[in-house]
């Protein structure tokens, strides 16, 4: 079964730019599996960020950007701010089903 | 504005059921798709399956396949998730959250449920 990846942890200085990625553990990520990002804070549910590889949701502000970057999807981060600091997770779509990453841990500092 | 509201926590023991619910408010409750998606305790989220309410078609992972049951009822716009043979892995967050019905935008759940905690416990 093909598994979605994610880099387990990242850290980027406030005011810094940072790209997560998202790939497959056998291929490559491109815009037919419609790459969606979520960003998420303890306690709370996750929140959209990026659908259909680079379509921000409602009120996400525009220093969040998705792409595809190689062979995988990607989300960047520009002038990353302290509230930032958050789990990520991108959402590939596999022929009828959905499958999550593991998920990224953003730190800012 | 759309709202999905989620019953109440449950306590199970291993090898029963358990029932979640969602209901909508706002919106066409028909008109979109209801996905479920849970969260183990320090995990990341995954996907369970999903359901087209104005169709009744739902489809499922195939890690729960023959496990979960996922069902509408369009009277009162209301998706239910039912899981079965509980054991203690079960225990997570389950969250509903709307979902874009076309295949472009199947990964895009904009509304989320507050989620209902779920622990198996003997």
């Known amino acids: 079964q093909t598994v979605v990846t994610q880099e387990p942890s990242f850290s980027v200085s406030p005011g810094g730019t940072v790209t997560l990625t998202c790939g497959l553990s056998?291929?490559?990520?491109?815009?037919?599996?419609?790459p969606s990002w979520y960003q998420q804070t303890p306690g709370q549910a996750p929140r959209t960020l990026i659908y259909?590889?680079?379509t921000r949701s409602s009120g996400v502000p525009d220093r969040f950007s998705g792409s595809i970057l190689g062979n995988k999807a990607a989300l960047t981060i520009t002038g990353a701010q302290a509230d930032d600091e958050s789990d990520y997770y991108c959402?590939?779509?596999?022929?009828?089903?959905?499958?999550f990453g593991g998920g990224t841990k953003l730190t800012v500092l | 504005q759309v709202q999905l509201v989620q019953s109440g926590a449950e306590v199970k023991k291993p090898g029963s059921s358990v029932k979640v619910s969602c209901k909508a408010s706002?919106?066409?409750?028909?008109?979109?798709?209801i996905s479920w998606v849970r969260q183990a305790p320090g995990q990341g989220l995954e996907w369970m399956g999903r359901?087209?309410?104005?169709?009744?078609?739902?489809n499922y992972a195939q890690k729960f396949q023959g496990r979960v049951t996922i069902t509408a009822d369009k009277s009162t716009s209301t998706a239910y998730m039912e899981l079965s043979s509980l054991r203690s892995e079960d225990t997570a967050v389950y969250y509903c959250?709307?979902?874009?019905?076309?295949?472009?935008?199947?990964?895009?759940?904009?509304?989320w449920g507050q989620g209902t905690t779920v622990t198996v416990s003997s």
């Open positions: 959250a709307r979902t874009c019905s076309s295949t472009s935008c199947y990964t895009l759940m904009d509304v």
């Open positions: 706002g919106g066409t409750f028909s008109s979109y798709t």
């Open positions: 359901i087209i309410p104005i169709l009744g078609i739902a």
């Open positions: 056998s291929g490559s990520v491109s815009t037919s599996y419609y």
């Open positions: 259909s590889t680079n």
């Open positions: 959402v590939l779509y596999m022929g009828s089903v959905v499958v």
